[in-house]
């Protein structure tokens, strides 16, 4: 059997109790060698570098990088997206799923893809005397190379329902490479596709949040649909962002994390499970990584869970119940 390396990044904050359940999972597979960085606050700690060397040369043996949150002053650009940037990472993909009928509304699951950008490289601002003028760039292959990336996800996991969401009132030109790049990806006839402007999918999500298996939406408007389906979902720190380029993936499940003047919570591990689910098809071992998302769900529906969800489980606790149950 082919061994597959996966880098793990544990970070700052809560970053190392999540990734410890993710590690414990994907420790059950003898397929599976875990490669463990640093990055963030805990790295410029031990070495100096909040993105360091060592860990650069762990990518070289990889193309899976599952990393936690990190912290960083405000000075020093953020290492993630430093890592990004090296990776020539750009497509976004957002997983949602309903995990327990009373967090949300029933039977969500739906994955939204967009384009990743750096803005700083992509944005130009240029001042004059009356005021600010913004200029944005687009390369001709950036839709269509994220478009192969969310379709070979469909195809992987078998999605029908495919929607594209433009402006195309506000940006006809690249509204319309947008689409065409969408389009000429998604042809084939075994897909139900349909493009609709953001708007009018804001009118008609809460009417029918089901229509759609994967949504993949102009990237400017990508953060508004996240926030709205992430709603919908129960909220956005319980699922994890998948971040793909050619040749490599970064897997950063989202935490909630201590808000100043509110008593910490329980570190909740279930974007981080969610993430290790996701791996673990994109590998190929599709019936663990279905096994392991019905784990997770009946032990919702149980009333295993931490406490921001209504549970009184530990991080540790709350792993336990899921592998139990495998």
Request: charged content about 25%.
């Amino acid at each position: 059997m082919k061994l597959s390396k996966i880098l793990v990044l544990p970070g700052d904050g809560v970053g190392p109790t999540c990734i410890a359940s993710a590690k414990k999972i994907l420790g059950l597979f003898d397929s599976i060698e875990i490669l463990e960085g640093q990055i963030g606050h805990s790295a410029y700690e031990s070495t100096g570098n909040y993105l360091p060397h060592e860990t650069m040369d762990l990518i070289d043996e990889t193309n899976i990088i599952l990393t936690g949150p990190v912290k960083t002053p405000n000075n020093v650009k953020n290492p993630l997206d430093t890592l990004k940037i090296h990776l020539d990472i750009f497509a976004r993909g957002r997983f949602y799923k309903t995990l327990a009928p009373d967090l949300c509304i029933r039977n969500i699951d739906v994955t939204l893809w967009s384009s990743y950008n750096d803005i700083a490289r992509e944005i130009v601002e240029v001042k004059d005397f009356e005021g600010v003028t913004l200029t944005k760039y687009i390369r001709n292959d950036a839709y269509g190379r994220m478009m192969s990336v969310a379709k070979k996800d469909v195809e992987l996991r078998g999605l029908r329902n495919i929607a594209c969401l433009t402006r195309t009132d506000f940006f006809p030109i690249s509204s319309g490479m947008f689409r065409d790049a969408f389009e000429s990806t998604f042809s084939d006839e075994k897909y139900n596709i349909r493009a609709l402007n953001v708007r009018e999918w804001m009118y008609n999500v809460l009417k029918d949040p089901n229509h759609d298996d994967c949504i993949i939406c102009f990237d400017l408007y990508n953060q508004i649909v996240a926030g709205v389906i992430a709603g919908l979902a129960a909220d956005r720190n319980l699922f994890p962002t998948v971040y793909s380029g050619v040749d490599y993936s970064i897997y950063e499940p989202n935490f909630l994390t201590e808000i100043e003047g509110l008593d910490p919570v329980e570190p909740n591990p279930t974007a981080a499970i969610i993430a290790t689910s996701i791996i673990l098809k994109n590998l190929g071992l599709s019936r663990p990584a279905d096994d392991l998302m019905k784990a997770l769900e009946d032990s919702y529906a149980a009333g295993d869970r931490t406490s921001d969800v209504g549970g009184s489980l530990s991080a540790e606790e709350f792993t336990d119940k899921v592998i139990s149950r495998l």
